[in-house]
């Protein structure tokens, strides 16, 4: 297996309303991700979709976890995890 390459990892945050969700895109747009706030599909909330190109290292996913994990206890939110697609 060749060395990691940086790619597209997708983050959900669901906060209450979309207030709380446009207060974490502006944090999160300064950290260079790009973001989409819009209802959450299957919840009464509303979805912060941030995605970032990197290499999903675990220092780099355990960075990414804090984040929105900090992001989600100021909002009163959830981190509902990340996703990457795979990069050959």
């Known amino acids: 297996m060749g060395p990691l390459l940086p790619t ?3 983050n959900y945050l669901y906060v209450p309303d979309e207030a709380r969700g446009r207060r974490a ?7 260079g991700y790009r973001v989409e706030v819009r209802p ?3 919840r009464p909330s509303w979805l912060t979709l941030a995605k970032i ?10 960075m990414i976890r804090q984040r929105f994990e900090a992001l989600a206890s100021q ?7 990340w996703e990457a697609a795979v990069t050959n």
């Open 53 to 62: 190109d990197m290499v999903p290292r675990s220092d780099n996913i355990t």
């Open 75 to 81: 909002l009163g939110g959830e981190y509902d995890g």
């Open 8 to 10: 597209e990892i997708i």
């Open 25 to 31: 895109a502006s944090e999160l747009l300064e950290a």
């Open 40 to 42: 959450a599909a299957t």
